[in-house]
């Protein structure tokens, strides 16, 4: 362990303590498996919070990497390159829709689709200047720039980093009556997650996005998912939002799992009409749409397409959920979720999330605790059964009686 906790030391003594890492090192994955300094294997949990869907280092997305990267990285958007049509051709065709704007991290893809319902409130809708409202719903994470905190409820995201980009409307989750009330003539969208992963995987009432999307639409409000944990596979289809009937948006939210973890992709999806608001140099980003993300991009995609990733999260999470129910223990108070995205919910009286996954550690799984009591269950698509079985044992183990 000295030589890991050489590099603890000196990471501390380096970096910024703006995150509580479980204390090991980790240098080499592959598929659901990670392994640290020491050699030591562990199941991966959390799959970088649904980064890593595919698995690690993907040898498909690896390799369109490594020969992508002998012929072109960026060219940046002042020209064309030859990756980035096929890629977004891909994309809008699996999440059927018109037109996508890539861009790199998931904040920034929340910021563009920011400004793509601002921009079409003023110009389309009809809305007065600088007057622009969106409704956000409390507990939401949406990342960690100045606006998607300012749409954050959490008091550890926000303060002291005021002041905060005005028009936010706060919402409760799951209440309809409140949506209704708060949308007023300046109201541009609603923009919420169909399942919250960080607040503890908190799951909408049944029809519930559906009856929020016809609210919208009535009152000429865009719908906008932030399908950025939840996309590509994750909850056991392909998006959240197909487990409902009509909940599809007016603007889909993408990121993580859209290169496979293997580089920072993210992008929005929108109608022609939509996108529209976006004219030559009004937004960009230097390494928006670069050939290497581009590749990675599609060769992303197809894997969740060839490998069935979202038909095996479904399975393969109805599988680990009863599984889990059936452990004995008087410790957890709630399990939830969907497809291979399950919340543990455990007994408040035990002081948090944390030292189970500690403890779990040592056992060989990599879990991570949100919003302290819960931990979150979220291994790489590609996992088999037989790996659940073992990483329901080490859980049983650890929170038995
Ligand atoms: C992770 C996440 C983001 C932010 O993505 P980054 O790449 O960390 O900027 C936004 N929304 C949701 C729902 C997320 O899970």
Redesign the pocket.
Same mark, same amino acid.
């Not at 994470?141 to 960690?144: E, N, S």
């Given at each position: 362990m000295t030589h890991q906790q050489d590099i603890i030391d000196q990471t501390d003594r380096r970096s910024a303590h703006n995150y509580n890492p479980l204390p090991l090192v980790l240098e080499r994955g592959e598929g659901i498996w990670v392994w640290d300094t020491d050699g030591n294997k562990y199941l991966d949990c959390l799959s970088a919070? *649904?980064a890593v869907n595919q698995g690690h280092c993907h040898p498909k997305i690896i390799d369109a990497m490594t020969e992508q990267a002998k012929k072109i990285t960026l060219t940046s958007r002042a020209f064309h390159n030859d990756q980035m049509g096929p890629f977004l051709e891909k994309l809008c065709q699996m999440a059927r829709m018109d037109k996508a704007l890539p861009m790199n /991290? !998931?904040?920034?893809a929340?910021e563009t689709a920011i400004k793509a319902v601002r921009k079409w409130g003023y110009e389309v809708k009809g809305v007065e200047d600088n007057k622009a409202e969106i409704i956000v719903v409390k507990d939401n994470?949406? !990342?960690?720039t100045i606006a /998607?905190v300012s749409m954050s409820s959490e008091p550890d995201y926000r303060k002291n980093f005021g002041p905060f980009t005005p028009g936010f409307i706060l919402i409760d989750y799951n209440d309809l009556d409140a949506l209704e009330q708060a949308i007023t003539p300046n109201t541009v969208a609603l923009i919420m997650?169909p399942v919250q !992963?960080?607040a503890g995987i908190i799951i909408p009432d049944e029809g519930f996005l559906t009856k929020a999307r016809k609210i919208c639409k009535q009152n000429n409000v865009l719908f906008v998912l932030?399908e $950025?944990? /939840?996309g590509l596979g994750r909850t056991g289809k392909l998006f959240c939002f197909q487990h409902e009937e009509n909940a599809a948006p007016d603007v889909l $939210?993408v !990121?993580?799992a859209l290169s496979g973890g293997v580089y920072?992709v *993210?992008a929005i999806l929108a109608s022609d009409e939509i996108m529209a608001v976006f004219t030559p140099g009004i937004h960009g980003s230097t390494f928006g749409g670069n050939p290497m993300g581009a590749a990675i991009g599609l060769a992303a995609l197809k894997v969740i397409e060839d490998e069935k990733l979202a038909e095996r999260s479904h399975i393969l999470g109805d599988y680990l959920m009863r599984k889990l129910q059936a452990i004995p223990t008087n410790k957890i108070t709630d399990i939830r979720g969907r497809g291979l995205f399950i919340g543990i919910e455990l007994n408040k009286d035990l002081g948090g999330a944390r030292s189970y996954c500690e403890a779990l550690m040592t056992k060989g799984l990599l879990c991570k605790e949100t919003h302290d009591h819960v931990i979150r269950l979220a291994p790489p698509l590609v996992i088999e059964k037989e790996h659940i079985d073992w990483m329901v044992e080490q859980i049983a183990e650890v929170l038995k009686d």
């Open positions: 919070y *649904s /991290t !998931g904040a920034e929340v994470f949406h !990342g960690r /998607t997650e !992963g960080e932030d $950025i944990q /939840t $939210i !990121g993580k920072p *993210s």
